[in-house]
């Protein structure tokens, strides 16, 4: 290489730099302004199990427990956006069951979370196994690709969906559980690696029951269903197959019918006291009340 060609590459380096810095600068070094988009969460750590929440209502343990799961929270807002999000009109409609089923009396009740904050999904059924839970509840406001689809839907776990539809909201739901599409839980813990065997058809009974028992208050008050009877599906959150469990699916809150519902006061209040009927009605066949 000739001293001239070198000359110019020495002299060029700078020169490119100085050309370059205004443009990389603020990319290696933002301004805290540049800053204020960023979303900054806590995840829970690896193994540790989360705190286990208090538990209300009658101090006699031998009175059925109930642990009632609002889906999604914190950074995780699940279907629909700001006041209609799905993790806000849950918590909304898990607190007025709570306190349903508390002024009725004779049921103990816990929360999942009464706070918008993030569970993973693997610890929303293992709180309620933790517990020595009664029965499982966890509600959800699911979104639509098409407007028009409008009512309230019930899941309970099965291996297999009842349908394709079915299939496509497990796996909406179980995506819950990932953040920028890396699992939070190992594979193994997910509800694929659960085998549904001979001694867990009774608890599955039980869940069919209690799903069937909600349409049933549902249709009674006129509330709308989507789907009229019980549909099963993957769902790992409802992978406590040693506890009844059931997903209740309120509504589509990106149905403008639905979303009246869904975020006024009255239409929460609506959708509880149903739940909280066919709950009573669960465990008095039971003879557990």
């Given at each position: 290489?000739?001293r001239s060609i070198q000359l110019v ?80 009109v849950a918590l909304k409609i898990a ?195």
């Amino acid at each position: 290489m000739s001293r001239s060609i070198q000359l110019v590459m020495i002299l060029s380096a700078p020169l490119a730099l100085a050309i370059a810095l205004p443009v990389l600068w603020p990319r290696l070094f933002p301004s805290q302004r540049a800053l204020d988009y960023v979303v900054r969460f806590d995840l829970p750590d690896v193994g540790m199990p989360v705190d286990l929440p208090r538990v209300d209502g009658p101090a006699d343990a031998s009175r059925p427990l109930v642990v009632i799961d609002a889906g999604h929270g914190g950074f995780d807002p699940g279907a629909g956006n700001d006041e209609a999000s799905e993790k806000t009109v849950a918590l909304k409609i898990a607190l007025a069951l709570r306190n349903r089923l508390l002024e009725d009396g004779g049921i103990r009740v816990a929360l999942t979370r009464d706070t918008d904050r993030f569970i993973a999904l693997a610890d929303r059924p293992d709180i309620a196994r933790r517990l020595g839970a009664d029965l499982f509840v966890s509600i959800h406001a699911d979104s639509a690709d098409s407007d028009a689809a409008r009512g309230a839907s019930v899941y309970v776990l099965s291996e297999k969906g009842s349908s394709e539809a079915a299939e496509r909201f497990a796996a909406r739901e179980n995506a819950a559980g990932r953040v920028n599409g890396v699992a939070l839980a190992q594979t193994s813990q997910t509800v694929g690696a659960i085998l549904l065997d001979l001694s867990q058809r009774g608890t599955q009974a039980g869940s069919t029951q209690v799903g069937e028992l909600v349409l049933r208050e549902m249709r009674e008050a006129n509330l709308g269903l989507h789907r009229e009877d019980v549909q099963t599906a993957a769902l790992a959150v409802l992978k406590a197959p040693d506890i009844p469990s059931i997903l209740f699916e309120t509504g589509y809150i990106n149905n403008e019918a639905d979303a009246q519902l869904l975020t006024s006061r009255a239409g929460q209040q609506s959708l509880a006291d149903a739940a909280a009927r066919a709950i009573r009605a669960y465990f008095a066949r039971k003879g557990s009340l």
